[in-house]
């Protein structure tokens, strides 16, 4: 089963950047894709953004402006971008892995890192 790690999140303020990494390890054969969720206090877990075999990406409209998901193969490292960031995404961060033949990301059951809190404040 692979093995996801989120890094690169904390507290910034608004206006402000942070780029978010999940470090894979282990073989992921059965996905072609990766994204981010987010999960804020009180609110369901949403997606964020996704990319599939091929470089295909998917954003949440409210954001696709400002963030921008990328990887690295040759270091199994999936990337979120976040700028312009605003106390509205703060949450919790998740990354996945699943799969996405174009319509629609679906993560893999037990794929999830363990997430990383972003806070955007004042």
């Known amino acids: 089963q692979v093995q996801l790690v989120e890094s690169g999140g904390g507290l910034v303020q608004p206006g402000g950047s942070l780029r978010l990494s999940c470090a894979a390890s282990?073989?992921?054969?059965?996905?072609?894709?990766m994204g981010w969720h987010r999960q804020a206090p009180g609110k369901q877990r949403e997606w964020v953004a996704s990319?599939?075999?091929?470089?295909?990406?998917n954003v949440l409209g409210s954001v696709k402006d400002r963030f921008t998901i990328s990887r690295d193969n040759a270091k199994n490292t999936l990337y979120l971008q976040m700028n312009s960031l605003k106390p509205e995404d703060t949450a919790v961060y998740y990354c996945?892995?699943?799969?996405?033949?174009?319509?629609?990301?679906?993560?893999?059951?037990?794929?999830w890192g363990q997430g990383i809190q972003v806070t955007v404040s004042s």
């Open positions: 990319i599939r075999d091929g470089g295909f990406t």
């Open positions: 282990g073989p992921i054969l059965s996905s072609n894709a």
């Open positions: 996945s892995s699943g799969v996405d033949y174009g319509l629609g990301y679906v993560p893999s059951e037990g794929s």
